[in-house]
């Protein structure tokens, strides 16, 4: 594995206003919070403080909700769709023209490479406003009744690993079906939400239509026990996905939920072995493992094991790990030391379980938050790498030599969400896709998104659907 220093590029910090604080963004205003409270964000690359953000009490969530409330009665749910698509698509033109800033201050804040946040997260946020502004007129054609009503203020939690997409999936279809939004992003990774309160402000959005309200676990379940949210989104981990569904349940409040995953990379003799080792690369080491449907669980076939390992440890070589805001960078920061120390732990537990723990010979910087590649070989099923979510780059191999065997130890596991099927054979993938319990199943590919796809998942997964047309049902009364 080979380290870089840090070579600036075009697309440098020097792009991007970092303001030493930020305020909350309430009713189309940044105002300071009631309490005066406040955390700083810190670069997970360098561990330096890149901006003090305000903390959001639960009267300044109380004062969003009320914001919020009134831009839906007084504003929002009496535009036309068509006028709703025109607020959307502007959003999404914005995001498109502010690309290279949204981008760098994501990899400033999350540590993730400059080429994924430019290539990926960015086009595929302003992809899911501008196919979700197509839906703002045509709602009644979606399945959900012939005049689908919104439900009134939505209330969403989104996670720090894809900050500004998975603001993009909460925020477009609720918008779209006519909703309005009080939003709060994980405290690790506030920046990005907050540059999009500025891109709202730049569209002439309704004062109040979104409202971002920064801060930690206490602002999110002040958020999600408010009697004045319809409706409540989370993407994050399984055990506060549970704390929630309890706030919630009994309330008559819509919930979905898209939570952890232990996802299954399945690759059968037939396959082509060095298509299917880039899948297991991108499924694994993409966005340093901090992917929900990570493939994290490798199934081979146990008479293509050994080669597929060689071929593996060899691209593995290839990665490079340093700077994220360098453009060579295959493998970034881990987001905080707090996910660091989780990550090793696992590890640790791995190897004390008696798997056997191989990374590529790698110089990881001085500073900052990072873990090398690292992939598990000799795992049994009941070892914790092979059924916790690690959440970083780390991929443990079981064997199997059976279809049946192989549907059995990928369904072996709490969670539901996602699998990815390697084979020649389109019967085969058809026949493991009908048994494997999974929200999304993938061909001979892995992490391959559209906004019109739908997403989610089963068991401890979490439930409901983000993306495509099932998206808005969440949104609408009478839907799911």
């Given at each position: 594995m080979t380290t870089f220093d840090y070579a600036p590029a075009p697309e440098s910090r020097a792009i991007v206003a970092l303001r030493s604080s930020y305020g909350l963004f309430i009713d189309g205003d940044f105002?300071?919070?009631?309490?005066?409270?406040?955390?700083?964000?810190?670069?997970?690359?360098?561990?330096?403080v890149l901006a003090e953000v305000a903390e959001a009490s639960a009267e300044d969530v109380d004062r969003a909700v009320k914001a919020a409330r009134r831009a839906y009665t007084e504003t929002w749910s009496k535009l036309p769709g068509s006028q709703r698509a025109k607020y959307l698509f502007r959003i999404a033109r914005i995001i498109q023209e502010r690309s290279r800033e949204l981008a760098v201050l994501e990899t400033?804040?999350?540590?993730?490479?400059?080429?994924?946040?430019?290539?990926?997260?960015?086009?595929?946020?302003?992809?899911?406003?501008?196919?979700?502004?197509?839906?703002a007129d045509k709602l009644g054609y979606s399945g959900f009744g012939p005049d689908p009503q919104p439900l009134g203020v939505a209330g969403q939690v989104i996670p720090w690993n894809f900050p500004l997409l998975m603001l993009a999936w909460k925020i477009a279809p609720a918008l779209a079906c006519g909703n309005t939004v009080v939003l709060k992003p994980a405290e690790t990774t506030p920046l990005t939400a907050l540059l999009f309160a500025e891109i709202c402000r730049q569209a002439d959005l309704p004062p109040g239509v979104v409202n971002i309200v920064t801060g930690a676990g206490a602002t999110g379940r002040a958020l999600a026990g408010h009697e004045g949210v319809d409706k409540v989104a989370f993407t994050g981990s399984t055990d506060v996905g549970r704390q929630i569904a309890k706030a919630v349940a009994g309330t008559g409040k819509k919930l979905t939920l898209e939570l952890g995953g232990k996802a299954a990379n399945i690759v059968f003799d037939d396959a082509p072995l060095d298509q299917a080792v880039e899948g297991i690369v991108n499924g694994i080491f993409f966005n340093q493992g901090?992917?929900?449907?990570?493939?994290?669980?490798?199934?081979?076939?146990?008479?293509?094991?050994?080669?597929?390992?060689?071929?593996?440890?060899r691209r593995m070589a290839t990665l490079r790990v340093g700077d994220p805001l360098d453009k060579n960078t295959d493998v970034g920061a881990i987001n905080s030391a707090e996910q660091l120390a989780k990550i090793r732990h696992l590890a640790d537990a791995g190897e004390s379980e008696g798997a056997q723990r191989w990374s590529p010979p790698c110089e990881l910087p001085g500073q900052g938050f990072w873990f090398p590649p690292t992939i598990f070989t000799g795992v049994a099923q009941s070892h914790r790498i092979a059924r916790e979510e690690i959440f970083g780059p780390v991929l443990s191999i079981i064997t199997f030599r059976t279809p049946a065997e192989a549907v059995e130890k990928a369904n072996n596991t709490p969670y539901g969400l996602s699998a990815g099927v390697w084979t020649d054979k389109g019967s085969r993938i058809l026949w493991m896709a009908d048994r494997l319990r999974a929200g999304v199943v993938w061909a001979n590919t892995f992490n391959t998104f559209d906004p019109s796809s739908p997403f989610g998942g089963y068991k401890e997964s979490g439930y409901g659907r983000e993306g495509g047309r099932h998206g808005l049902e969440s949104y609408l009364k009478g839907g799911g």
């Open positions: 105002v300071e919070p009631a309490g005066g409270g406040s955390f700083k964000t810190v670069s997970p690359s360098t561990e330096e400033l804040d999350n540590g993730k490479p400059i080429r994924e946040s430019r290539d990926f997260d960015v086009p595929m946020a302003a992809a899911h406003f501008t196919y979700y502004a197509g839906w901090h992917v929900c449907c990570a493939g994290s669980r490798l199934l081979v076939q146990e008479s293509v094991a050994g080669e597929v390992l060689t071929r593996l440890k």
